[in-house]
Every structure is written in C-alpha cells, then in structure tokens.
C-alpha cells in the first residue's frame, strides 16, 4: 500500500482525474474498478469516483507493483526529454510559451514524447516543481493546431487551471492571431457562423449559417445574445491582389475557427492543404507555398494581463516576400 497526501495544488481535483493522471496507462474502466472496489480509499473510505479533493486528504493505493513501476517509469523518462522551451512568462501559478510550428501540444497515437506538454513537465521536473507523484499534472489552458504557432498557457495549479480555463469558457479573454490569406481583403469583417462540434472523417469542420458582418456589434452582447454562434473578426492589416496579412481577433474557439471561417468566407490560409479553394490552392503552388502562416500572437485575460509572442522569422520572412513589409 501507498498513501498520497492532497497539497493546496490538487484541492479541488476529482479523484478520478487524479487516478488518470498518476497512471495514464488504466483504461477509465479500470480506475473506476479500483474505486468502486475500495482498491482505493480517501481517508481510509470508499469514495465516489467524481468526489472532490480536499487538502490534506489522504488516498492509499492498494494496487499491484506494475502499476507502480509503470508510474516510476513515467518519473524517469523526464531525464530524456530535452526541449528549449521559448518562455515568454513564467510564475509560481502559470507558464507561458511561445510555441513554435510543427510541434503538437499533446501526444497523440504517433507521438509521445515529442509534444510540448511533455517538454513543460520535464523542464519542470527538472526545476522539481514537478514529479509523477505529484497530485497535480501541469496543463494546458488553451490549445494550438500542430502547425499554428503562439501563444499557450501552461498551469501549474488546479487553481489557476480552473480560473483560466473559466475565462476562456466565458468568454472575456481576447485572443489576438496573424495570419496570411488569400485574395485582397480592405475592411475588417465579422465571420459569424455555426460549427459542429465533431470534425468529420477528415478531421474537418462543418460550417452552418455562415454570413458577414461589416459593421461589427459590441463584443459582449453579440456573444450573450447568440451563445450557440462561433465569431471571428478579421481586420487587414496589409494586401494586394492576392494576398492579405490579417489580424484576427478570435471572439469564441471552436476546433479550426480560424481556417474554417476564412475558408468559407473565399480567403482560405495560403498553404493550408485541408481548409482551400482552388484559386488558394494554385497560387501557393505556384509560390511554392506548402504550410499555412497562424500565429497566435497575444492573450489578454480578464485582468487586463496580456501575454505576447514574437512572429517566428520564418513568418516574418513570407510576409517581407509577398508584400514587402515588415511586421513590429
């Protein structure tokens, strides 16, 4: 038997997800056998699998050796994950990262190691602000495709989980991104629309009830008044015949927002090889353009705290070609 103590970090957290976190190799079915079958105890009792911790708990383990030499096993492969993380912000509560192109957040049926969760746990483990056994997993607040670059908040406490991930559910963060389109865009516009939840076989959205705003409403009541709608506000910042640099501010975050409204509204991202027309996709053949310029570039939250990320070069150098500027 092991016993774990609940610290200030977990309080809050729901016994399963802990289960899940500390041996993420359980199936769900299996960790919801070892509570029902009082395999673990909170305080020496049989606890409900969605009960809260509180501080100070104590939950004892009564689960065979492998279980625990698995979870040894995930303490000691931080030793090998080696990642220069570009820190943009960085406190006892948050990480924040400037993530760069072709790195995914989390891992996937491909990819384990390699992901940029995977590298903030090691870093911190490093720093022992962080080990498997641990009661809290330090976690992502707001997610970035593979190959979109930017901003991404990293919590170190449940607390600070559950405050930012609430301000992105409500709403009243402003998440600020650039992107390079196709065509010439001269006003800013509102791409209001909805998206199914479920991407389809190709992994695409589906947009429904697609229009254009071009006197744009006031943010907060918009999004009160139609909670079900997704909103995108694009502004150009500089174009020609067939290319516009935009600044997007990203009023909801669905799965692929950004390149599903651009696409439908006919200024797809150049190079994106899913979300196209055909005019987008020949130009960028034609200019040998084979991935899509998104950069997450800021997030404002509630309290007026912004956190920024520099334009990767690479994104700075396409614009410099296209259209002959340079972005601050």
């Known amino acids: 038997m092991r016993e774990i103590i609940v610290d200030s970090k977990t309080s809050g957290k729901k016994l399963f997800r802990l289960l899940k976190e500390l041996f993420p190799q359980m199936r769900n079915t299996e960790v919801f056998k070892v509570i029902r079958k009082k395999i673990v105890l909170v305080n020496g009792k049989k606890t409900d699998s969605h009960y809260f911790l509180q501080a100070n708990d104590k939950i004892q383990l009564y689960l065979k050796d492998q279980h625990f030499q698995e979870h040894e096993g995930q303490r000691d492969k931080f030793k090998n994950v080696r990642m220069n993380l570009d820190i943009v912000f960085e406190d006892n509560l948050l990480l924040v990262v400037n993530k760069p192109r072709g790195l995914i957040v989390h891992p996937d049926k491909r990819n384990y190691q390699k992901t940029l969760i995977e590298g903030v746990k090691a870093y911190l483990y490093r720093k022992r602000e962080y080990s498997p056994q641990n009661n809290f997993t330090p976690a992502c607040c707001n997610r970035l495709d593979a190959n979109t670059s930017g901003i ?18 409500e709403r009243t963060t402003c998440k600020i991104y650039l992107a390079l389109c196709y065509g010439k865009i001269i006003q800013s516009q509102l791409l209001i629309s909805q998206i199914d939840a479920r991407p389809n ?98 997030i404002t939250l509630e309290d007026n705290h912004t956190y920024q990320a520099p334009i990767p070069q690479s994104f700075q150098n396409k614009v410099e070609e296209l259209l002959r500027i340079k972005i601050g």
């Open 152 to 169: 991404v908040m990293i919590a170190k406490t449940q607390t600070a989980l559950q405050e930012i991930t609430k301000a992105f559910r």
């Open 201 to 298: 076989r190709d992994n695409m959205v589906k947009v429904h009830s697609f229009q254009k705003k071009m006197i744009i409403p006031d943010k907060n009541r918009y999004l009160k008044e139609n909670p079900d709608f997704s909103a995108t506000l694009i502004e150009p910042i500089k174009s020609d015949k067939n290319v516009t640099l935009v600044k997007v501010n990203l009023w909801t975050g669905k799965k692929h927002q950004i390149r599903a409204h651009l696409t439908t509204a006919g200024h797809p991202l150049l190079g994106d090889a899913k979300y196209n027309s055909q005019q987008s996709q020949s130009f960028s053949l034609l200019n040998q353009i084979d991935r899509y310029y998104l950069h997450c570039q800021s």
